[in-house]
Nanobody
Framework: QVQLVESGGGLVQPGGSLRLSCAAS????????MGWYRQAPGKERGLVAQ???????HYADSVKGRFTISRDNAKNTVYLQMNSLKPEDTAVYYC???????????WGQGTQVTVAS
């Protein structure tokens, strides 16, 4: 099993920045992808950004140019740098870990991000 610990959420004004971190521990293989999803009240959870341990990145259109995902494979940690935050970015952000070939998946506990004046 793999455990995820998230940190870095909070309250920020529009235009501000936050950095989320998600550290994975446990039985981690060399083939995995770590990413961030978010869920706002009344909406479905959706992908924000993800990155493979090989360095391939994918972003939702709504965050391109504002958010940057990065990883430290030695620490099994993924980061999400969020700049130019908007009120519509307000959501609970969840870290997700997927490992193959067994297609093992697990989620973090979630961290609240609130963008408001």
């Amino acid at each position: 099993q793999v455990q995820l610990v998230e940190s870095g959420g909070g309250l920020v004004q529009p235009g501000g920045s936050l950095r989320l971190s998600c550290a994975a521990s446990g039985r981690i293989s060399s083939n995995n992808v770590m990413g961030w999803y978010r869920q706002a009240p009344g909406k479905e959870r959706g992908l924000v950004a993800q990155m493979t341990n090989g360095g391939s990145r994918h972003y939702a259109d709504s965050v391109k140019g504002r958010f940057t995902i990065s990883r430290d494979n030695a620490k099994n940690t993924v980061y999400l740098q969020m700049n130019s935050l908007k009120p519509e970015d307000t959501a609970v952000y969840y870290c997700k870990f997927i490992q193959w070939p067994e297609n093992y998946q697990t989620w973090g506990q979630g961290t609240q991000v609130t963008v408001a004046s």
